[in-house]
């Protein structure tokens, strides 16, 4: 640590809202959105430089931004990671992890329940470069075990699991990757790193949508990938020569929304534990699943993994699907949307949404239910969500 440097030591609140600051020669206190798309040099000896390598500086929007940099460098800090680089989305930050660590003929063991395009990625696109992927429960450390394979490259899972809040220890994941060479990397966007840090508990990359909770109010696309600066310069020369940049005022968007992410974060948990033990008490649900509840079977390990246990929600009605879309229709506050990590909160029915492309067994297998609704739990007084919540059981005939 540097003496000179202020945030040397600095907590994470703090880091949110002071690093990653370059500030101009206009002084200004914000930070600045650079519009440009490329760069002047001040010599020819310079561009040749800059061009070669030699001398670190800007050369052209599609390999560095100064907005872009700041938000890379304020997330880098908040996950005590050596660097981060920014991306368009969350699904080209996946799939700049991927071309960044794996080759053809390698294996990927991946958790059952991921986000489902992360799944398309993997079946449509990497398959066809000869990457082959095996799913196993994300809490069956045997399953883990037993899929490795000398070709194995990668270990890639979510925790919690959505949308059925499933925790699982990261610590053992890794001690797996370590001893078989893998590279861990851990889809962090549902806890983000005011909640948890999973390059602490080894995992070796971390990869977001800061479409969801790093923005925190539904604005624009962008992903990240974090880790080491040797694995972080591999995805920036993925991103340098194929092009999913972020854009400099979605980074800006990205940066104001880390200066308020623990406050939001700290409020989105607050409100949905309130909220789930309250809909444990409800006569029409049958069970809620969120990590915040004392008799979850993931309570241990979230409470030792997780400084909070996050916004997502979900609980099963009685009945079934028609149940749970009468339920859905009859609310009138929450968004009706596949979408998560916002202001506003958001409602969905995994079984005939995010889910619907599995099959009945591959839903029953993973414990989607049809009586299962999602909540992502957002920022709006809890009295008036509760409310609306019995808008919805009243709609149930
Ligand atoms: C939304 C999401 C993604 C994909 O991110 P985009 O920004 O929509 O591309 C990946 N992983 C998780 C867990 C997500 O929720």
């Not at 990497?126 to 490795?148: I, Q, S």
């Not at 020369?237 to 400099?248: D, E, K, Q, V, Y």
């Not at 990205?254 to 033990?277: N, P, Q, V, Y």
């Not at 599995?358 to 739990?377: F, K, M, N, Y």
Request: glycine share 8%; charged share 20%; with cysteine.
């Amino acid at each position: 640590m540097n003496d000179d440097d202020p945030l040397a030591g600095a907590h994470i609140d703090t880091l949110a809202i002071r690093s990653g600051i370059e500030r101009s020669h206009e002084g200004e206190h914000a930070e600045p959105i650079f519009t440009t798309s490329s760069y002047v040099f001040d010599s020819a000896a310079q561009a040749a430089a800059r061009f070669s390598g030699a001398e670190t500086g800007n050369v052209y929007s599609r390999y560095t931004n100064p907005t872009v940099r700041a938000f890379e460098q304020r997330l880098a800090a908040l996950e005590g990671a050596e660097a981060a680089v920014a991306t368009a989305s969350g699904m080209a930050a996946i799939l700049a992890a991927c071309m960044a660590f794996l080759k053809a003929g390698d294996h990927v063991i991946c958790s059952r329940d991921v986000f489902g395009t992360t799944v398309n990625l993997f079946g449509k696109f990497l398959a066809k470069f000869g990457v082959e992927v095996t799913y196993v429960p994300l809490l069956d450390t045997a399953a883990w075990r037993a899929a490795v394979r000398p070709e194995t490259a990668m270990l890639f899972l979510e925790t919690p699991s959505n949308p059925l809040c499933e925790i699982v220890d990261l610590a053992e994941i890794a001690q797996l990757s370590k001893q078989s060479n893998c590279v861990f990397v851990v889809d962090n966007s549902f806890c983000t790193p005011a909640l948890q840090l999973p390059l602490q508990s080894g995992a070796d990359v971390v990869v977001y949508s800061a479409t969801k909770y790093l923005d925190g109010q539904g604005r624009c696309m962008g992903g990240a990938v974090v880790g080491g600066a040797e694995q972080m310069n591999e995805v920036r020369g993925f991103l340098r020569t194929c092009g999913p940049t972020m854009s400099p005022f979605n980074a800006w968007v990205f940066l104001k929304g880390l200066e308020t992410l623990r406050l939001r974060m700290d409020a989105h948990s607050r409100s949905a534990l309130e909220i789930a033990l309250w809909l444990q008490q409800q006569p029409m649900v049958e069970r809620v699943y969120y990590a915040g509840l004392p008799d979850h079977p993931g309570h241990a390990i979230a409470a030792r993994q997780q400084s909070g246990y996050g916004g997502v929600l979900s609980f099963l009605v009685k009945g079934g699907k028609e149940q749970a879309w009468q339920f859905i229709d009859a609310t009138r506050l929450m968004s009706h949307t596949a979408n998560l990590g916002d202001a506003k909160t958001t409602i969905v029915h995994p079984a005939t949404t995010t889910h619907g492309r599995l099959t009945p067994e591959q839903r029953e297998q993973a414990g989607i239910q049809d009586g299962l609704i999602r909540i992502s739990v957002g920022l709006e007084n809890v009295a008036d969500l509760k409310a609306d919540i019995l808008c919805g059981f009243a709609g149930i005939r």
